[in-house]
Nanobody, 115 residues
């Protein structure tokens, strides 16, 4: 079975940091585009960052550039999202995903940033 298990969310004050992790089983991150999305209350899910399976290119949405860093450990089949200088507007449920024709989603982890 394919599973993506996200963890690391929580409550943090503005300016703080969190590191999200997403461990995959049932498929190899090596062969997939992997990334993080988030969904804030009342808003659509948006892509935060991804690592392309074809050439390893990393992309970030403008709102997190310079603050968030995506990385992966293929030996552990785990993708990370280091989030620094968090802002209240970063509050959302964060989802990891792996995509190659078909997209697999993690269960989401809640990040709450207080002002």
């Amino acid at each position: 079975d394919v599973q993506l298990q996200a963890s690391g969310g929580g409550l943090v004050q503005a300016g703080g940091s969190l590191r999200l992790s997403c461990a995959a089983s049932g498929f190899s991150f090596d062969d997939y585009t992997i990334g993080w999305f988030r969904q804030a209350p009342g808003k659509a899910r948006e892509e935060i960052s991804c690592i392309s399976d074809s050439d390893g290119t990393i992309q970030y949405v403008d709102s997190v550039k310079g603050r968030f860093t995506i990385s992966s450990d293929n030996a552990k089949n785990t993708v990370y999202l280091q989030m620094n200088s968090l802002k209240p507007e970063d509050t959302a449920v964060y989802y990891c995903m792996g995509s190659r024709g078909i997209t697999y989603w993690g269960q989401g982890t809640l990040v709450t940033v207080s002002s």
